[in-house]
């Protein structure tokens, strides 16, 4: 029986999770906190109950439950034939991360990166599997996302692209190809599109609705790039921005004042209450 | 601030969409402003403030589809309350 590990109980390792999970997969959930992977848990059963009303399957929250276990440390992931790594975007983290399961895993485990900017074959060298290495970035919500982009680092084997072609077909998603570069193709755009429409903002040419609502009404688009970047968290949106703007050393990803000016204040989006918009979420 | 169910629904949905004028027979998903996420954010509305739990099977885009529909629903599952 297959085992997949899911590293980093946050967003993405919760949506990845309930993805396996509600597509038959046996899945070891692992965070280094207990309390984290206890509200995973429980954010998945409600997902899961969610499901149909957010335009998915119909689920029953038990059965997807049922194929999940939890443990606390990346050794907890030793027997999984295949781990989707989900820690924070943080360099130092995810290097630990790696040297921990590299040293824990079987030969044979293909480890999948799920960044929006690392590249992989960065991440493959401090392990002793380079072959064994390959990226997905999958889209938030997990679940109801169709499609992924699939990045092979430099010295990924043809046998582990596969593997992870065919788990990503199993989970019903389409792999759109796509090669190794800091920000792959779907940040190197959305970045740069959320810093400009911030710089409209702050330039004061349009406020933040009337942004929004050109790209909404205008192109057909169904959320436009500030309220994307209120559900991103405007903290994420600038750190994307700072790690295009120092890998390509391109003055053309400078971040937007305004951005730092949201992070440093605590305007972090939807997650912190108020971002571009604000949210009540008492009433 | 209304007292009835489908007034303080309403209410709530006027708070977090000012911009659009909405009736309680106005089809919430199809004036295109609603997204999945505000569906969510509904039904643990309707759960908190009616001290209800929506069972899996009532959990409908068409149950939350207008204040009419999500009124009717509370008036289903807590039926004291949806007279007041």
């Known amino acids: 029986m297959t085992v997949i590990g899911v590293i980093g109980a946050g967003v993405m390792g919760v949506g990845v999770a309930q993805n396996l999970a509600q597509t038959g997969h046996d899945v070891v959930l692992v965070d280094k906190d207990e309390r984290v992977l206890r509200e995973a848990l429980a954010t998945i059963g409600r997902n899961a109950r969610m499901s149909r009303l957010m335009g998915g399957p119909a689920l029953d929250p038990d059965e997807v439950l049922s194929r999940i276990t939890t443990a606390v440390g990346a050794a907890g992931a030793a027997k999984a034939d295949l781990v989707i790594e989900n820690v924070t975007e943080n360099w130092d983290v995810k290097r630990e991360v790696y040297e921990t399961l590299d040293a824990e895993c079987g030969p044979g485990t293909v480890f999948v990166v799920n960044t929006s900017a690392i590249p992989i074959t960065k991440v493959a060298a401090v392990t002793r599997r380079p072959d064994k290495v390959i990226g997905v970035h999958f889209m938030n919500p997990v679940p109801a996302k169709p499609a992924v982009e699939l990045i092979p680092g430099f010295h990924t084997s043809q046998d582990t692209v596969q593997r992870t072609r065919d788990l990503l077909a199993a ?3 389409k792999a759109i190809d ?22 409209l903002v702050h330039e004061g040419v349009a406020d933040a609705e009337s942004v929004d609502e050109v790209f909404r009404s205008c192109f057909g688009h169904p959320m436009g790039p500030l309220e994307t970047a209120d559900l991103i968290g405007v903290d994420t949106i600038l750190y994307s921005v700072e790690v295009l703007y120092e890998h390509y050393a391109d003055s053309k990803y400078r971040p937007c004042p305004l951005l730092k000016q949201m992070t440093d204040a605590g305007l972090h989006g939807r997650k912190s209450g108020r971002g571009f918009y604000t949210y009540d979420t008492q009433n | 601030m209304s007292t009835t169910a489908k007034g303080q629904i309403l209410d709530f949905i006027r708070g977090r969409y ?6 309680e027979s106005q089809d919430i998903f199809a004036l295109g402003f609603v997204n999945s996420l505000f569906a969510m954010e509904l039904v643990m509305f309707v759960e908190k403030t009616f001290e209800v739990t929506i069972p899996n099977e009532e959990l409908r885009i068409d149950n939350f589809r207008t204040a009419d529909a999500m009124s009717g629903l509370v008036s289903r599952l807590a039926p004291d309350l949806a007279v007041a």
């Open chain 1, 178 to 199: 796509v090669k190794d570069s800091c920000g792959f193709v779907s940040n190197r755009v959305l970045m740069l599109t959320v810093n400009e429409a911030a710089y």
């Open chain 2, 18 to 23: 000012p911009q659009a004028e909405i009736d």
């Open chain 1, 171 to 173: 989970m019903g998603k």
